[in-house]
């Protein structure tokens, strides 16, 4: 069983900032990839991921703004979220996955009123 908890969304306005948290827990092994995606009405989008040895991607949308850190030791994910815009406003959902699994968080709002 593997469960994935994400914390610290919620309500922020235009300019602010917000940081989300996920922590995974349960039978996994090796993880390679943790990450981030978010979902407004529509599909659902990649916003940053961070490998087992450090290499990010960002979203284009995101880069300058968003940083992304991970804690194997924890294995924990982290998403650093400055200057928000409405259009940022989203469930964000965090994600870990290997060669053989991958897993999604229940989800976390993130709400940027303008």
């Known amino acids: 069983q593997v469960e994935l908890v994400e914390s610290g969304g919620g309500l922020v306005q235009a300019g602010g900032s917000l940081r989300l948290s996920c922590v995974a827990s349960g039978s996994i092994n090796s993880i390679n990839v943790m990450g981030w995606y978010r979902q407004a009405p529509g599909q659902r989008e990649l916003v940053a991921t961070i490998t087992s040895d450090g290499r990010a991607i960002y979203a284009d949308s995101v880069k300058g703004r968003f940083t992304i850190s991970r804690d194997r030791s924890k294995n924990t994910v982290s998403l650093q979220m400055n200057s928000l815009r409405a259009e940022d406003t989203a469930v964000y959902y965090c994600?870990?996955?290997?060669?053989?699994?991958?897993?999604w968080g229940q989800g976390t709002q993130v709400t940027v009123s303008s």
């Open positions: 994600n870990i996955r290997s060669a053989v699994y991958t897993y």
